[in-house]
């Protein structure tokens, strides 16, 4: 079945490894987060985020991500980008062999500030010797936009500053921009009046969706953006995460439950989901934590 007027294809971008674990008490070791990357690449998934060349003092739990990096067996097709905050992290990427990662920012300056200590227009001056570097390199670069739908500091963030923002990661050469719903609290007819609102200024396919589920919204997000015709969608295995700048945020939407609704639809993603299935469950017992994937939850229960 068809839905919105694009293709059938959904392509699945894995953020568990780093923004489920960036957000997790529980600090896994690096042969633990190899092991899940290694995991997630036999699934079929084609981008795996593997980790974050952030500040360590910021984010202590992505510390290890050269070797992360590394260590990852990583298949021919699939892609493994990673977060680089600047050219100090560019610098660190690059010794390790990456070839694609995510610069970011937020459509709410207060958030902004908290996130990467710096406003929105100064975070972009920030990476644009990082996307010149990235050219020269032939580094492919994402883009994203946090608190696409609400910010847990200032409240409602105006759709134009969304557009606004998706549009100049746009031009400064994001090849593709995640609109985020960082602390999930987005319901889907604003989803989807926020995305059709950035597909006036930056083409449907080069877009894609990024929802946390705080609020349990985030699979009628995705269907009411996948009507609205787009075709990628982040999700995290097992749904493992927060936000640590929004008390009561939780993790990314659970890439099982993204997939099953998506094969439901009869659209194709090329994952197996039994073997994301247990690699769900494999990492809910590393995390020592229940599982959020419903589907994992019904699935592997006694
Ligand atoms: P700052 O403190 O303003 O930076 O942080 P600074 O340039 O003054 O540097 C301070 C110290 O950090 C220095 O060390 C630097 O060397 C070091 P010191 O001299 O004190 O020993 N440093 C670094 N070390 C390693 N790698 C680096 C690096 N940069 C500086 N790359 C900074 C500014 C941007 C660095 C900091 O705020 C930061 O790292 N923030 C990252 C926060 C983060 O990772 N947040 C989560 C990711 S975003 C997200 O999850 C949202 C998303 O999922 C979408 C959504 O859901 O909306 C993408
Ligand atoms: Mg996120």
Redesign the pocket.
């Known amino acids: 079945m068809l839905i919105g007027m694009s293709t059938n294809h959904v392509r699945i971008v894995e953020?568990g490894a780093?923004?489920g674990l960036?957000?997790e008490k529980t600090l896994l070791p690096a042969d633990v987060k190899i092991a899940l990357i290694d995991r997630l690449s036999s699934t079929g998934l084609k981008t795996i985020e593997a980790t974050?060349?952030?500040?360590?003092?910021?984010?202590p739990q992505?510390a290890d991500a050269a070797e992360v990096f590394q260590g990852i067996r990583k298949l021919p097709g699939v892609s493994y980008p990673v977060?680089?905050?600047?050219?100090?992290?560019?610098e660190?990427a690059r010794a390790v062999g990456v070839s694609e990662i995510?610069i970011?920012t937020?459509a709410s300056e207060a958030f902004n500030r908290k996130?990467?200590?710096?406003s929105i227009d100064e975070?972009i001056e920030?990476f644009l010797p990082v996307m010149v570097r990235a050219k020269q390199d032939g580094v492919k670069v994402r883009g994203?936009?946090?608190?696409?739908l609400g910010c847990p500091y200032q409240g409602e963030v105006p759709v134009h500053e969304v557009v606004r923002v998706a549009r100049r990661l746009h031009e400064v050469g994001c090849y593709e921009v995640?609109l985020?719903?960082?602390?999930g609290i987005g319901t889907p007819a604003k989803a989807r009046a926020m995305l059709k609102a950035v597909a006036q200024e930056v083409p449907m396919s080069a877009l894609a969706v990024?929802f946390?589920d705080t609020y349990g919204q985030a699979l009628a997000n995705i269907l009411a953006c996948l009507e609205e015709g787009v075709r990628v969608v982040?999700s995290a295995v097992s749904g493992t995460?927060g936000?640590?700048y929004a008390k009561g945020a939780t993790g990314?939407v659970a890439s099982e439950d993204v997939v099953y609704m998506l094969h439901g639809l009869g659209m194709e993603t090329g994952i197996d989901l039994d073997i994301l299935v247990a690699t769900g469950a494999w990492l809910a017992g590393q995390l020592h934590k229940e599982t959020a994937s419903r589907v994992t939850r019904a699935r592997t229960a006694a």
């Open positions: 953020v780093r923004d960036q957000n974050s060349f952030v500040s360590p003092k910021w984010v992505l977060l680089v905050p600047n050219e100090q992290g560019y660190r995510a970011f937020a996130n990467i200590n710096a975070s920030r994203y936009v946090s608190t696409v995640s985020g719903d960082t602390i990024h946390h982040d995460g936000c640590p990314n």
